[in-house]
């Protein structure tokens, strides 16, 4: 492993995991990732590598046929698979939020029926939150479920389903209205089984399509349609309505990790591409390495994708230890995403009019790091979050 973005304490089991992941991307994942993104194509023999090496059930408990890994474990394994292609990662990522609600949350029932098949990526999932006018408040959720005999019907319309086509089931917020006063008592998480694909996947649910986007390529991005889709109750996270808000964010807190671990993985690529081409490329009769306006660029870019990574591992390890970590997932999502497109411009800059062609893999690294400044939550949600939190830390006693 490389200098940069060292992870201490790590145990040998880890360390065996992060070291075929990081085998497995540099063989099977970087070769071939311009050549998908490019071709908008997705990456069905890396996500069947992906599954024979058990990545899809990495946090999934033994017992249900997964390795039983930590948060820590996973997000160090998304920065390595970010760092060959994010896109790869945003599979992994929304089906990871659904297995772990599921595990968090879920009635036995439930755990039995979906973990297993998760685990070796049978099923595939999708998680469901945002609608079209929807934005960051989610309480103003508008898709509802209205119960029928031993049933749900739900309607409305949803944005930004990462692996909406490719999944199999999805994790759906919907309002159910059980007349409490605060707005986001009243919504409640559904697993929704599907078949794969576009157009009517399931009686009166349609994926319309895959979105078109400037990066994130390959992993499909939908809409999701519901008209009187027809949901068991049983079928409600938990058994229990009105909860569904607090299941989410829980999922979304750990999903704060994972961009975060994104963002360090593609920070710690544009580093790599940017010192070694500086290395490689002469003005004035020598390597721009060595002249210190080059210099100072790789140091202040090395900089910011180690303080990125230490303050994901420290967000990760306190989710581990069980104890509330939105503070630290926010800062560290926050900070990792800002710094990524930091790093990535220079890298950028670095390769000159090089950097702007298509043959060079700082291209694509240049379109994708936008994502993560508003995936899991924009920065200004980010900034929100750690200032309300701060205030509850700190607040001045009388």
């Known amino acids: 492993m490389a200098r940069l973005a060292r992870t201490e304490g790590l145990s040998e089991v880890q360390q065996e995991i992060l070291a075929a992941v990081h085998a497995f991307v540099d063989k099977e994942i970087i070769p071939v990732a311009n050549e998908l993104e490019h071709a908008d194509e997705y990456p069905a023999e890396i996500v069947k590598g992906m599954a024979e090496m058990g990545l899809f059930g990495l946090m999934i408990p033994e017992e249900y046929g997964g390795i039983g890994e930590s948060l820590l474990t996973y997000a160090l394994v998304v920065e390595e698979i970010a760092r060959g292609w994010m896109s790869v990662s945003g599979i992994l990522n929304t089906h990871f939020i659904v297995a772990y609600m599921i595990k968090q949350h879920g009635t036995e029932e439930q755990q039995a029926h979906f973990l297993p098949r998760m685990a070796e990526g049978a099923v595939r999932a999708a998680f469901s939150m945002s609608e079209p006018a929807l934005g960051s408040d989610v309480a103003a959720i508008k898709t509802k479920a209205v119960r029928d005999g031993a049933d749900y019907l739900i309607t409305g319309q949803k944005m930004w389903l990462t692996n909406g086509g490719t999944s199999s089931l999805v994790a759906l917020l ?6 409490q006063e605060a707005p986001h008592r009243n919504l409640t998480a559904f697993l929704i089984e599907k078949e794969p694909g576009f157009g ?49 964010m829980d999922g979304v807190e750990v999903g704060r990790v994972n961009v975060a671990a994104r963002a360090c993985g593609i920070a710690l690529r544009a580093f790599e591409l940017g010192i070694a081409y500086a290395q490689q490329r002469h003005t004035f009769g020598k390597p721009i390495a060595q ?15 180690e303080a990125a990574h230490q303050m994901m591992v420290r967000a990760a390890r306190v989710k581990d230890a069980g104890r509330r970590n939105d503070l630290e997932a926010g800062m560290a999502k926050y900070l990792a995403a800002e710094y990524c497109k930091e790093v990535v411009e220079d890298s950028f800059r670095i390769h000159g009019g090089y950097g702007y062609s298509k043959e060079y893999e700082i291209e694509r ?5 936008p994502m993560l400044l508003i995936g899991e939550g924009t920065a200004e949600i980010q900034k929100m979050i750690v200032g309300r939190r701060l205030l509850e830390e700190y607040k001045l006693r009388s």
């Not at 690294?365 to 790091?369: D, I, K, Q, S, T």
């Open 200 to 248: 009517q996947v399931a009686p009166g649910l349609t994926v319309p399509g895959k979105i078109a986007k400037m990066g994130y390529k390959g992993v499909d991005t939908t809409e999701l349609i519901l008209d009187n889709v027809r949901v068991p109750a049983d079928r409600v996270l938990g058994g229990v309505t009105g909860r569904g808000f607090a299941h989410m």
């Open 291 to 305: 002249h210190q306006a080059i210099q100072f660029k790789l140091a202040e870019m090395a900089v910011k994708v």
């Open 174 to 179: 919907a309002r159910t209205d059980e007349g």
């Open 365 to 369: 690294l240049y379109r994708e790091a």
